[in-house]
C-alpha cells in the first residue's frame, strides 16, 4: 500500500486542512472571562446576581462590584456576550454603579484588598481579614458616651479589684463569656457590656446580639456580639475580667489547708433535637464532679445523659471544703421549676429521662452561682414565668 499523509488524503477528499486558529485573547481578557465565570457560578447556584452590602460576603461584594464594573465598560460587553447566558450584563439604571473610573487598585481598595504586583481581580490571595476592617469600622462607630458619669465609678472599682487580686484577668475563650455585666480589656481600654438585646440568627445560621458597650476612655459603640468576639480573638491582649473573688469556694488557686471537693460545671449541648435546637441559647446541664470536667464528659455522644449528642463548656468553678452532693442537691432543688422535661431513646432504643438539664439563662445560672458564695442561695427558686431568681422568704428544702 502506497504510503500517503494525512494532508495528501484530505486533499484526495477534496477537503482542505483547517488552521489551527490562535489564542487572540490578552491576559487582560482571560481575567475578565475568568472573573465573569464567577459571577455565572454565583447566578446559578443562589438563583440572583452578587449584591451589595455590609452584610454580604467578601465574595459577594467582589461580584457585585466587578459586574457593576464590567456592566459599564463596553468593551467587556462585547467580549462576554457570548457567555452571558443569563443576562446579567444588561445595563440599566436601577441596577449599575458607574464606577468606570477606578482602576483596578482603587476597585480592590474599595473591598479592603491591598494589592501587591501585578493586580488580578480573580485572585484573593491580599484580600484584608474581614475581621481587620469590622474591627477598623467598629472603633470609627464608636461616639461619645452622654452618660459616662455614672459608668466611671464602675470602672474606678474594677481598677481597684483588679490591683487588689479580687478580680483577675484571663485570656478569653467562649462567646457565651459575653453577656450584659461583663467585663473586657480589648484594644488596650477596658470595656463593659451595659446591655444586650435579644438574641437573633444571622444570615450565617449563627446566633448574635446587639449591645451596648461603654469604654474607660468615654466613649461607647453598639457593636454585635460576635464583632466583640473577633475583637477579642483577634486581639492577642485581650483579656476578660472575673467575677470578684469572695472566698476559698470559687478561689482560682488553694488556700493552705483547704480540701478541694470539686467543680461546679455548666454545660450547653449540641443536639440536634428540635427541642434543644429550638431553645439552643436556654438549655443547660448543671452538675458538680470529684473528677476533671473534660474527663467527665468524654464520650458525651454517647450518654443519654448527655442527650447523646456532644457538648461545650459554658463555666467551670472549683469547690473547696464543700459537700459536693449536697450543693449539687441544692442547685437542682432552687431551678427545678425549669427542669427540662425530655425523653429521649438510648443507644439500645429504652426511652430515658436526662437528668440535670434545665431550660434557664446564662445570666440566672450566674446569680446562682453568687448567691452560693455569699450562702443566700437557700432562700431563692427559680420562676420560669418570670425567668428570674425569686426570694421564697424562707430555706428551699
Known amino acids: 500500500m502506497v504510503d500517503i499523509s494525512d494532508d495528501d488524503l484530505l486533499a484526495e477528499l477534496g477537503a482542505v486542512p483547517e488552521a489551527k486558529k490562535q489564542n487572540a485573547r490578552s491576559p487582560r481578557d482571560e481575567r475578565i472571562i475568568a472573573g465573569f465565570e464567577d459571577i455565572v457560578r454565583f447566578r446559578e447556584e443562589h438563583g ?21 464594573r464590567l456592566r459599564a465598560q463596553e468593551d467587556s460587553r462585547a467580549l462576554l456576550l457570548e457567555f452571558d447566558r443569563y443576562g446579567l450584563l444588561r445595563v ?4 449599575t ?39 477598623a469600622e467598629e472603633v470609627a462607630n464608636r461616639t461619645a458616651c452622654a452618660d459616662f458619669a455614672q459608668f466611671k465609678p464602675l470602672f474606678d472599682n474594677i481598677q481597684r479589684d483588679i490591683e487588689a487580686g479580687t478580680r483577675q484577668t484571663r485570656p478569653f475563650e467562649l462567646k457565651a463569656e459575653i453577656k450584659q455585666g461583663a467585663w473586657f480589656i480589648v484594644g488596650g481600654q477596658k470595656a463593659y457590656v451595659a446591655d444586650m438585646g435579644e438574641v437573633f440568627t444571622n444570615d450565617q445560621g449563627r446566633t448574635d446580639a446587639r449591645l451596648r458597650i461603654i ?13 466583640l468576639q473577633r475583637s477579642l480573638n483577634k486581639d ?26 470539686g467543680t461546679i460545671y455548666v454545660l450547653t449541648s449540641k443536639s440536634d433535637h428540635p427541642v434543644v435546637a429550638a431553645n439552643r441559647n436556654l438549655v443547660h446541664k448543671i452538675g458538680v464532679t470529684n473528677m476533671s470536667v473534660e474527663q467527665r464528659i468524654a464520650g458525651a455522644r454517647l450518654q443519654a445523659t448527655y442527650l447523646l449528642a456532644d457538648v461545650e463548656i459554658v463555666s467551670t468553678y472549683k469547690l473547696y471544703n464543700i459537700n459536693r452532693t449536697r450543693l449539687e442537691h441544692l ?24 437528668e440535670e438539664w434545665y431550660l434557664v439563662p446564662l445570666h440566672v445560672i450566674d446569680e446562682v452561682v453568687e448567691r452560693v ?17 425569686r426570694n421564697i422568704g424562707r430555706p428551699v428544702d
Open 48 to 68: 440572583r446576581v452578587p449584591l451589595h452590602g455590609e452584610d454580604r460576603d467578601i465574595f459577594e461584594r467582589l461580584y457585585a462590584v466587578r459586574l457593576d
Open 92 to 95: 440599566d439604571e436601577a441596577s
Open 97 to 135: 454603579n458607574v464606577i468606570e473610573d477606578l482602576d483596578d487598585d482603587a476597585l480592590l481598595a474599595e473591598l479592603g484588598v491591598e494589592p501587591v504586583g501585578e493586580v488580578d481581580l480573580t485572585n484573593l490571595t491580599h484580600v484584608k481579614p474581614r475581621a481587620e476592617v469590622r474591627a
Open 215 to 227: 469604654f474607660d476612655n468615654g466613649t461607647e459603640s453598639n457593636m454585635l456580639m460576635r464583632s
Open 236 to 261: 492577642d491582649a485581650g483579656r476578660r475580667i472575673t467575677d470578684p473573688i469572695a472566698g476559698p469556694l470559687f478561689a482560682g488557686d488553694q488556700a493552705d489547708g483547704d480540701i478541694e471537693s
Open 331 to 354: 442547685i437542682h432543688r432552687v431551678l427545678s421549676p425549669a427542669r427540662l422535661d425530655l425523653t429521649i431513646p438510648d443507644r439500645f432504643g429504652n426511652l430515658v429521662k436526662p
Open 373 to 389: 458564695k455569699d450562702g443566700s442561695i437557700t432562700e431563692f427558686q427559680y420562676d420560669p414565668a418570670e425567668a428570674r431568681l
